[in-house]
């Protein structure tokens, strides 16, 4: 990324059953903490990252919606969706309007999903369109089925047993207990997530992330404008896309996650930081297994030893590598297309100090990861300080 | 609420059906492991039964207690979510089965699980007002479960009738007051014609089943001048086991207080009999003096809450006929496929 972007105002609702509320509700109570958080500044353009509001709610055009809701008025509207990594798309969008210059006003980046208003049974269903329909669809299998493959073949073929792997979980709890807007704040431990219902042989439900409905608002500019608006702004230093083949069975080795491998290679390569001297990692960790394979596709661990990682405790709060410092989609929640902009408001918490009990100590850089699927399409974003210069 | 004239239970009954079905037996029909099933087993109404023998049942109970003429009953309530005909009332069915008079007020009540309660306030009315010497309000259900949804686990069968008069010496409990909270909020229905009810998942909880216990128990605790201290016993609509505990807890109430009206792990959510079943099985083991609070709920949603002081009468009349612990200890296990032919699932 040439240039520089940098986040003004950040803000989000909790992840919950919002009940009596409306995505576009949700949506606007984000924007305009993540507004009052920049001073309140005229924007240019809206970018709306949402997975399914169509199915979910009725509801499509969004981005439009939204600009009408806040009565922004001639702005840019622009609705971006790819699963359940429509948030981090629709920031990386931004940050290239921002780049492209066209205007000195900031744009404000949403990302929002609203799942409660289907039950369970069809946001699963919902879940799997994002998904390649001749492949997997419409052979009736459901994301905690595909991770249950995915576990199987791990744990078989790298000795790792599952509660090695669901220490991943327990560290989201833990973390998510310290913050505010997580949808699980408390604690788990291993012998809950052992006694919890069967989803998927050997998924069990406390290793997947529950339904919840949710929005985070960024308001994005260029660094200079949004240091005016800002005394610490957080730096954008790099915002990478890569599409990778939808089923992993196609792949050259299931246990890969190629399109996170090349996006976070081009992400550390254009911030000009090696994986190691990033500060916290924010992950897209569908259940733990998929937490391992990305440990490992980032560098972090070796091939086939990201579980070592999380048995060991190494990336706990205070630990070498804190990963899901607020939760991670198992405790902060997963609300679809809002995933990736929560990851951005989290990395600001963070960056800025504000993180309270989950504060990373001299937190300089951080990474996250929001995917679609199993890693149809990864997007990376390195955040900074404003200190720190790629 | 409150009556002009103090109004009392004289007669009390309940009844659940032989029959058991483990909710593990209904887990392996639907290859569920047995984590997280909401309760142990649910009674289930034998081939020979429907709604109006179990309220007939429960009715023939209350009346061994009330020792009363059942001629100087001037009404009868029923709530049920399972009457067997559409069109034409259940409480003349159990009312002349039970020899009670023809000068009668009969209605039968819907209100998904709270119909029973309802029927509580009709009552008291009628009797407080002086419009009826007696009434008779009786909740019972042969609830009805899709296969494998949820409901299946729990919805079970059962009821329980209470007989209201004037407060004297021959009333086990009387009245203090009554409080109703009542939304429309559509977490559980079941349309014209439709063989089973659908429901809104986890939706049923927070913004429904605990809003509305909730909000009803708080009103009339504050109507009454009470707190959760000054209650002995509690019962609460009973769906499942974690909801009422839940409740109490949020209430402030010691669990302890709900051991003995807490029947839905052995016997199911018997819908509009589950809160009266719940207060009969107090009442069995209440002293006089003791304050029962009793809160139903149905979905659609509502709730109506009640505060009962238990008098001296209790002592004598109790053991007039057999307590709903005998009808928990009395039970026939059966088979997936046994249930499936008494609740008529199969077309013959």
Same mark, same amino acid.
């Given at each position: 990324m040439r240039g520089q972007v940098a986040i003004a105002g950040a803000g989000c609702v909790k992840v919950g059953e919002h009940w009596e509320r409306s995505a576009l509700d949700l949506a606007a109570e984000a924007c305009l903490k993540a507004l009052e958080d920049a001073g309140n500044p005229r924007v240019r353009a809206v970018y709306v990252g949402n997975a399914a509001s169509e199915l979910l709610n009725e509801q499509g055009n969004l981005a439009s919606l939204l600009a009408d809701a806040l009565a922004l008025e001639s702005v840019k509207a622009v609705e971006v969706r790819a699963g359940d990594a429509s948030g981090a798309l629709a920031l990386h969008q931004a940050c290239l309007d921002v780049l492209a210059g066209v205007g000195r006003e900031p744009i404000l980046v949403c990302g929002v999903e609203k799942i409660t208003d289907v039950l369970a049974p069809e946001a699963e269903r919902i879940q799997m369109l994002f998904e390649d329909a001749r492949s997997t669809f419409h052979s009736g299998v459901t994301i905690p089925g595909l991770c249950a493959l995915l576990t199987r073949l791990y744990m078989e073929r790298y000795g790792a047993s599952y509660e090695d792997l669901v220490a991943l979980a327990v560290n989201d709890h833990k973390n998510a207990a310290g913050c505010p807007h997580a949808q699980f704040p408390f604690p788990i431990t291993v012998e809950a997530i052992l006694n919890s219902p069967l989803v998927a042989d050997p998924i069990r439900l406390l290793d997947t992330p529950g339904f919840g409905d949710g929005a985070a608002a960024l308001v994005l500019a260029e660094a200079d404008e949004a240091r005016r608006l800002n005394d610490s702004p957080v730096r954008i230093l790099a915002s990478e896309v890569v599409a990778g083949r939808m089923n992993f069975c196609e792949r050259e080795d299931p246990l890969t996650i190629p399109s996170l491998r090349e996006a976070a290679k081009r992400a550390l390569a254009a911030a000009g930081l090696g994986v190691k001297e990033v500060d916290f990692f924010e992950l897209h960790n569908t259940t733990s297994v998929v937490g391992a394979l990305a440990l490992e596709e980032l560098g972090l661990a070796e091939r086939g030893e990201g579980w070592k990682l999380i048995s060991e405790g190494r990336i706990a709060l205070g630990a070498d590598w804190p990963v899901n410092?607020?939760? *991670?989609?198992?405790?902060? *929640?997963?609300p679809w297309g809002a995933t990736g902009t929560y990851q951005a408001v989290e990395a600001v918490l963070q960056l800025r100090g504000e993180a309270g009990k989950n504060q990373v100590n001299g937190a300089e850089v951080g990474l996250a990861h929001n995917m679609c699927g199993l890693g149809s399409v990864s997007c990376v974003h390195v955040f900074a300080r404003w200190e720190v210069k790629a | 609420m409150k009556p002009i004239r103090p109004v009392g239970i004289v007669g009390y009954g309940g009844y659940v059906p032989i029959y058991r079905i483990k909710a593990s037996e209904i887990g392996r029909m639907w290859g569920n492991e047995g984590c997280g099933l909401p309760i142990v087993e649910k009674a289930v109404a034998g081939p020979d039964e429907d709604m109006t023998t179990i309220a007939y049942e429960a009715a023939r109970y209350a009346l061994m207690r009330a020792r009363i003429d059942p001629h100087e009953i001037g009404a009868i309530f029923i709530g049920s979510e399972s009457k067997p005909y559409a069109v034409k009332p259940s409480g003349t069915i159990v009312a002349e089965a039970l020899g009670i008079g023809s000068h009668l007020l009969a209605a039968d009540y819907e209100f998904a699980c709270k119909a029973g309660t309802e029927a509580f306030q009709t009552c008291i009315g009628l009797v407080g007002s002086g419009m009826a010497k007696y009434a008779m309000a009786i909740g019972a259900d042969t609830a009805q479960g899709r296969p494998a949804d949820d409901l299946e686990y729990t919805a079970a069968s059962g009821g329980a009738a209470f007989i209201f008069g004037l407060k004297s010496d021959e009333t086990v409990a009387y009245v203090e007051g009554s409080c109703s909270y009542a939304t429309d909020t559509a977490d559980f229905w079941r349309r014209a014609g439709q063989p089973y009810p659908r429901h809104f998942g986890r939706f049923t909880g927070k913004p429904a089943y605990f809003r509305h216990v909730v909000t009803a128990a708080k009103k009339l605790m504050e109507e009454l001048g009470l707190g959760p201290e000054d209650f002995d016993w509690a019962v609460f609509h009973q769906p499942n086991t974690k909801f009422p505990l839940k409740a109490a807890k949020m209430l402030g109430i010691d669990k302890k207080k709900l051991e003995p009206g807490l029947l839905v792990p052995y016997i199911g959510n018997t819908y509009s009999g589950s809160s009266p079943l719940g207060l009969a099985a107090t009442l069995d083991v209440a002293q006089p003096g003791d304050r029962i609070l009793v809160v139903s709920y149905g979905s659609g949603a509502g709730s109506d809450a009640f505060s009962f002081v238990v008098q001296d009468a209790i002592e004598e009349k109790r053991p007039l006929a057999p307590p709903v612990k005998a009808f928990l200890a009395r039970k026939k296990y059966i088979d997936y496929a046994a249930y499936v032919r008494f609740r008529g699932k199969l077309l013959k």
């Open positions: 410092t607020m939760g *991670g989609l198992k405790g902060r *929640g997963h | -």
